[in-house]
């Protein structure tokens, strides 16, 4: 059975120290070891995180002699902004439904 990519995503992105390591690769590459730097725990502890975010497509490491550079893919992010859109959606309705209902009790409070 394939994996389902939504459900890896959703998984990389649920630890802090992976969304931290996601946004440091929006401003470009890095190696593992640049990429642990800021973080208090082994390099064990960083490989098995890029090995997550790998796994779900959302970053790619290539080798460059000993150097392997981690790099972001935003594309695989594509599918999880096109899930959670559905959701945005759903709740700015309901928020102009209650904004529209707010309106309408002031309207009728300032004729009373």
Do not use: N
């Amino acid at each position: 059975m394939p994996p389902d990519t939504l459900s890896l995503t959703f998984a990389a992105l649920a630890d802090p120290t992976r969304r931290a390591i996601l946004t440091r690769l929006s401003s470009g590459e890095a190696s593992a070891t640049e990429l642990a730097e800021p973080f208090h725990i082994s390099a064990p502890a960083i490989t098995k995180h890029l090995k997550v975010l790998e796994r779900a497509g959302l970053i790619s490491r290539s080798k460059q002699a000993q150097f392997r550079p981690c790099k972001l893919e935003p594309q695989a992010l594509q599918q999880a902004s096109v899930f959670l859109e559905q959701y945005r959606q759903c709740w700015e309705q309901s928020l102009d439904r209650l904004d529209a209902y707010l309106q309408e009790l002031q309207a009728k409070g300032s004729a009373a």
